[in-house]
């Protein structure tokens, strides 16, 4: 991944970034950056404009980032593997995509005396490739859950594919929080770069936006 960036690019990055900023600001919802893939002048060049939430996907860049710029918040936004569950219990802000009781276990294992809040992902549309809990497994999860004193759960997140109706999907997940009654939820994470306006509309306090914020500057590299 490239490390430098033009007058141009930065110029061009903090403009989307202020629009971005000006759309999410009347709902008084959260941009979480998503940095996996940008480089590490882009995320600079945004953390010295003021932004402060950042979602990564690769535990150790994660790791890496958050040493190098402690003043933000270094979220988990990918599928874990286990044996990288240190890097999460130790320098992770907010774990954003639990989804099963093992993999709880392995990071709660790692927090290192810290409360680590985490997001219980959910799998609003039912298919079988998508990541995330099924609907009707998330209560339980959720009461499980509540034997690990190292974890928090905060809220719920889910990721809908293009072509799934995402404001019904966005509604379906406020349900599913709101229906967790006990817990007080305060957080919705959904929606991205494709789909983030509808998500504000649903009710999310947090959007993720990568592509439509990084442009050219985000780079898929294989994981």
Same mark, same amino acid.
């Given at each position: 991944?490239?490390?430098?960036?033009?007058?141009?690019?930065?110029?061009? +990055?903090?403009?989307?970034?202020?629009?971005?900023?000006?759309?999410?600001?009347?709902?008084?919802?959260?941009?979480?950056?998503?940095?996996?893939?940008?480089? *590490?002048?882009?995320?600079?060049?945004?953390?010295?404009?003021?932004?402060?939430?950042?979602?990564?996907?690769?535990?150790? @860049?994660?790791?890496?980032?958050?040493?190098?710029?402690?003043?933000?918040?270094?979220?988990?936004?990918?599928?874990? @593997?286990?044996?990288?569950?240190?890097?999460?219990?130790?320098?992770?802000?907010?774990?954003?995509?639990?989804?099963?009781?093992?993999?709880?276990?392995? $990071?709660?294992?790692?927090?290192?005396?810290?409360? +680590?809040?985490? !997001?219980? @992902?959910?799998?609003? $549309?039912?298919?079988?490739?998508?990541?995330?809990?099924?609907?009707?497994? +998330?209560?339980? !999860? =959720?009461?499980? +859950?509540?034997?690990?004193?190292?974890?928090?759960?905060?809220?719920?997140?889910?990721?809908?594919?293009?072509?799934?109706?995402?404001?019904?999907?966005?509604?379906?997940?406020?349900?599913?929080?709101?229906? !967790?009654?006990?817990?007080?939820?305060?957080?919705?994470?959904? /929606?991205?770069?494709? *789909?983030?306006? *509808?998500?504000?509309?649903? /009710?999310?306090?947090? $959007?993720?936006?990568?592509?439509?914020? =990084? /442009?050219?500057? *985000? $780079?898929?590299?294989?994981?």
């Amino acid at each position: 991944m490239r490390s430098a960036i033009t007058e141009r690019q930065s110029e061009a +990055l903090l403009a989307r970034w202020q629009q971005i900023c000006r759309e999410v600001a009347p709902y008084h919802a959260r941009l979480i950056a998503v940095s996996k893939y940008a480089p *590490d002048a882009a995320v600079a060049a945004l953390i010295a404009a003021g932004q402060r939430d950042f979602g990564e996907s690769r535990p150790q @860049q994660l790791r890496d980032r958050a040493l190098r710029w402690p003043q933000c918040n270094w979220h988990m936004i990918g599928p874990l @593997q286990r044996n990288k569950a240190k890097y999460i219990g130790r320098f992770a802000a907010s774990w954003m995509s639990l989804e099963s009781w093992s993999q709880a276990e392995a $990071v709660a294992r790692q927090t290192s005396g810290r409360i +680590l809040s985490v !997001l219980i @992902q959910v799998n609003v $549309v039912a298919q079988a490739q998508q990541h995330g809990v099924d609907a009707e497994d +998330l209560s339980p !999860l =959720f009461q499980s +859950l509540q034997q690990l004193n190292s974890l928090r759960v905060t809220g719920l997140m889910a990721m809908v594919p293009r072509g799934n109706d995402a404001p019904k999907q966005f509604v379906h997940l406020r349900r599913l929080k709101e229906a !967790l009654v006990e817990a007080s939820l305060a957080d919705l994470c959904m /929606g991205m770069s494709h *789909d983030y306006q *509808d998500a504000l509309a649903a /009710g999310a306090t947090m $959007v993720r936006i990568g592509s439509r914020l =990084f /442009g050219e500057l *985000d $780079v898929r590299h294989p994981v």
